[in-house]
Each structure stands twice: as C-alpha cells, then as structure tokens.
C-alpha cells in the first residue's frame, strides 16, 4: 500500500534553533517529492520539490534531503523564527498515472518558541 | 503571493442547506483540484479537472459536486449539507514544470454545518 509517514507528529523548539523533520514512504513507483508549510487556517505553500536523482535542495533556510533507496526525506529547518511555526506536509507524487498521483503525508506541527 | 482566490473563507450554515464553495484562478492552469482536509489529517482528493467540461471524482467519495465551465473557475456545491460535511475545504490548480506537476493551493474554505 502506498503510504507516506511523517514524524515527528509534534514539535516544540526555541527560537534560533534547527530542526529535522522526517518522511518514510513506501509509494512505488516514485517520480518527485514535496515539502510544503501550511500556515494555521491557510492553503498549503511548496517549499522544495526533488526528483529521482536529488539528495538535497535548499530554500533559504530550508534543507530538503532525499534518499531514494531507502526511500526516506528529511528537511532541516536553520536557526528557526517564529514565523516558521505551521504544518509541514511531505508529498510524494507517482509516475504511474498521467498527472501522477499525489500521497499526502499528516503532516507535523512545528512550534516555535520565543 | 497564490493567484487562486477561494470564497467564503469561512461558512457556517444549517443542516439542509445548499452552498456553494467557489474557486478561481488567473494562471490560466488547465488542471484544478478540490481537497478535504480534517485537522491532524492528511488531504483527500474529492475532485479534479483536467480543462473546461471534465470533471472527475477523487480517492475519497464525497456527496458535493463540481463543474467546470471556465477555465479559471472550478466551484463545489452540496445540495444539501449535513454535520459530516464539516471540514477544511482546499483548491489547487497546477501546471508541469520540469517534468512534475506542482500544485499551487487557495486559502481554503473552512465549512461549519450544524
């Protein structure tokens, strides 16, 4: 079954620190793989994108990496604001269909701290 | 700043009542999507349109339907809305880039029936 896991579920870190957030996916075959942030009440916003033959992309502060073999993700969130405080959501998009299919992720909840 | 406008932000409304969620976008995207979205949850595809005059239902069944007339406009309608109905209700349109199809988000609508 093709799934997307993320952990942790929560997080609670002080302003200035850094973060990892995880993504496990068992979704073949595979074609990309997205982070999003979703701010409290709002639509979900792309942070990174990678392919097949990316290990790591970054947005800023935001690192994204990708490991296809174990089929893993990571992004690294540097010296983190309080504005980074949202939902971030690990996508993964097949390549078994025309628009390839997309596998939501729950999310996990980043709190920042002042 | 997302060109994809959702409205109402926010409804709440009796149970038996006909809405309509209505979602438009100045991208001149051929494909628009709707999700569901609970809080803690992953997003459920519930419809999608790849242009003007094609509709298709998503993964998850859902009692609403939607048309697409125009290009840019892709409204949901229940005829007649019960508590179960209650959720976050998100549009995307979306365009291929590089060989991936990257989803751009409205706002949302968050639905209250009662």
């Known amino acids: 079954k093709n799934q997307v896991e993320q952990s942790p579920q929560s997080l609670i870190i002080l302003e200035g620190k850094n973060c990892t957030l995880q993504?496990?996916?068992?979704?073949?075959?595979?074609?990309?793989l997205r982070w999003y942030k979703q701010d409290t009440g709002r639509g979900p916003v792309s942070l990174t994108i990678?392919?097949?033959?990316?290990n790591t992309k970054s947005n800023g502060r935001y690192t994204a990496t990708l490991d296809a073999d174990t089929k893993q993700s990571s992004l690294h969130i540097t010296a983190s604001q309080l504005s980074d405080s949202a939902s971030y959501i690990c996508?993964?998009?097949?390549?078994?269909?025309?628009?390839?299919?997309?596998?939501f992720g729950r999310g996990t909840q980043l709190t920042v701290w002042p | 700043e997302a060109d994809i406008y959702q409205t109402p932000r926010y409804l709440v409304i009796g149970t038996g009542k006909k809405i309509t969620l209505e979602c438009s976008q100045t991208m001149g995207h051929d494909k628009m999507y709707w999700y569901q979205q609970d809080p803690g949850m992953e997003l459920h595809l519930i419809h999608y349109?790849?242009?003007?005059?094609?509709?298709e239902k998503g993964d998850l069944s859902s009692e609403s339907t939607v048309s697409r007339i125009r290009t840019e406009h892709f409204p949901l309608t229940l005829e007649s809305a019960r508590p179960s109905h209650t959720s976050q209700y998100l549009c995307?349109?979306?365009?291929?880039?590089?060989?991936?199809?990257?989803?751009?988000f409205g706002a949302g609508s968050r639905l209250t029936v009662l």
């Open positions: 993504c496990n996916y068992t979704v073949s075959p595979f074609s990309n």
């Open positions: 995307a349109s979306s365009e291929e880039t590089s060989g991936a199809n990257v989803l751009t």
């Open positions: 996508v993964v998009s097949d390549r078994g269909s025309t628009l390839g299919r997309l596998y």
């Open positions: 990678m392919t097949f033959s990316e």
């Open positions: 349109s790849y242009g003007v005059n094609s509709t």
